[in-house]
């Protein structure tokens, strides 16, 4: 499994083909600044969530992330300031992303509804052990290239809309692409494009129900369209359902042990062949909003 598994990857390297390069989530609304810099002090609070994601378990060389975010708006409520940090290893390449993001808010007098533009400028660092790779031709000088802390500068961009009960967002989190040099084994980091929008509603005392999609685009991938709805019991018990269309369905069940504090697992399993290969991912997330201006919380943030 592992020769094919690193078999694939290569192809995908050296070939014409690009599929998605970015980590992706099962529970993605609640790493939000991941994707969109323009998110930073949206919750008007200072707010950190991590994630950890083991895809396809028990294919070795699989993908494995973890991913740290943390922002606030700032002392002049209009400016909000977050950093981001991601850890993704996928066969012998392993990324490292330090983002920094700023946003900016426009309120309006007529209606509750903020407008954010935001901006992210970092690094990232590559690591690639290209000698791991199976090959029938073990002499290929392509595979003796490798990387160590190869620093690679990024900046990205977004919008972000959002009201009381429902939210829209659009993104390019990188901007800058390497490019590609077709006599050698080069790492080539395309373009991603993204999409976000939802809202919640609350059918009674008990239940909010709160849906939500992302389209993800890249050049010469097909759109990759991920749809979720989630079921939020008493403020307390979220229950959702996650599809990845062509790719992956799956859920997600989180507690909220305050209104601060909340604990959440993802699981989802492979639709494409994949699955007999491998028993599933699995996602865990804690996040954590704290205090601001001693301001009370008196309800969760849905998105």
Not at 20 to 36: P, S
Not at 108 to 129: E, P
Not at 180 to 186: F, K, Q
Not at 196 to 220: A, D, Q
Request: glycine content about 8%; charged content about 15%.
């Amino acid at each position: 499994m592992k020769r094919i598994f690193c078999t694939l990857l290569l192809m995908l390297m050296i070939g014409s083909l690009y599929a998605q390069q970015e980590a992706q989530f099962t529970q993605y609304m609640d790493n939000m600044l991941y994707y969109n810099p323009a998110y930073a002090g949206s919750r008007d609070l200072i707010s950190v969530s991590g994630i950890h994601r083991q895809q396809w378990v028990g294919m070795e060389g699989a993908p494995m992330t973890q991913s740290l975010s943390l922002h606030s708006p700032l002392k002049y409520e209009s400016l909000g300031l977050g950093f981001s940090m991601l850890n993704d290893r996928v066969g012998p390449i392993n990324q490292t992303w330090l983002n920094l993001d700023f946003s900016y808010t426009l309120r309006f007098k007529q209606h509750d509804g903020r407008l954010s533009f935001g901006l992210k400028g970092g690094i990232n660092l590559l690591n690639a052990r290209y000698s791991q790779l199976y090959t029938p031709d073990v002499n290929d000088p392509k595979l003796a290239q490798n990387y160590s802390n190869n620093v690679l500068p990024n900046i990205g961009a977004g919008i972000y809309y959002h009201s009381k009960h429902w939210f829209i967002g659009a993104a390019i989190p990188r901007i800058v692409q390497s490019i590609e040099d077709p006599t050698s084994l080069t790492y080539v980091d395309k373009r991603h494009y993204y999409i976000t929008f939802g809202g919640y509603f609350n059918i009674n005392r008990m239940l909010k129900i709160r849906p939500s999609g992302m389209l993800k685009l890249t050049e010469n991938a097909p759109i990759a369209i991920d749809a979720t709805l989630a079921f939020i019991f008493y403020d307390k018990i979220w229950i959702g359902g996650n599809y990845r269309v062509m790719e992956s369905g799956g859920g997600f069940l989180q507690y909220q042990f305050s209104p601060q504090f909340k604990i959440g697992y993802g699981f989802d399993v492979s639709t494409s062949r994949l699955f007999r290969h491998n028993y599933g991912t699995h996602e865990i997330l804690l996040s954590y909003d704290f205090l601001y201006k001693k301001r009370a919380i008196t309800s969760p943030r849905y998105f």
